[in-house]
């Protein structure tokens, strides 16, 4: 349970970092909403998964879905440029994260 937790915080953090990037400096109200709301939820999750898990391999899956994520949404609305390296260094993050899940 503290894994399938520990996924969906993860994306949540790419829900946050998005939103506030959308937010414009907290000027506009849905995205600020939606970033309150998704942090909150999000560090709630990770507190959650490190009762069980160990903080290290918490916070580094944690942050890796999220940077990752985070990144894919950006390349796929045209926010980001995409590129062939880009996408190799996005599976390696991809592959530590499931390697921490594999190894624990």
Same mark, same amino acid.
């Given at each position: ?16 970092a ?5 937010s414009?400096?907290f000027t506009?109200?849905a995205? #600020? *909403?939606?970033f309150?709301?998704?942090? +909150? $939820?999000s560090?709630? @999750? ?8 160990p ?19 950006a ?5 980001e440029s995409? #590129? *062939?390296?880009?996408?190799a260094?996005l +599976? $390696?993050?991809v592959? @530590? ?8």
């Open positions: 349970m503290a894994w399938a937790i520990l996924v969906a915080s993860g994306i949540l953090e790419a829900v946050w998005t939103a506030l990037g959308k414009e400096g506009r109200l995205p #600020s *909403v939606v309150g709301v998704a942090l +909150v $939820l560090m709630a @999750g990770l507190a959650y998964a490190m009762r069980t898990l903080v290290g391999t918490s916070y580094a899956v944690w942050v890796g879905i999220g940077a990752a994520l985070t990144v894919m949404y390349m796929a609305t045209g926010s995409v #590129s *062939v390296l880009k996408i260094l +599976v $390696l993050i592959g @530590g994260v499931v390697g921490l899940k594999m190894a624990h």
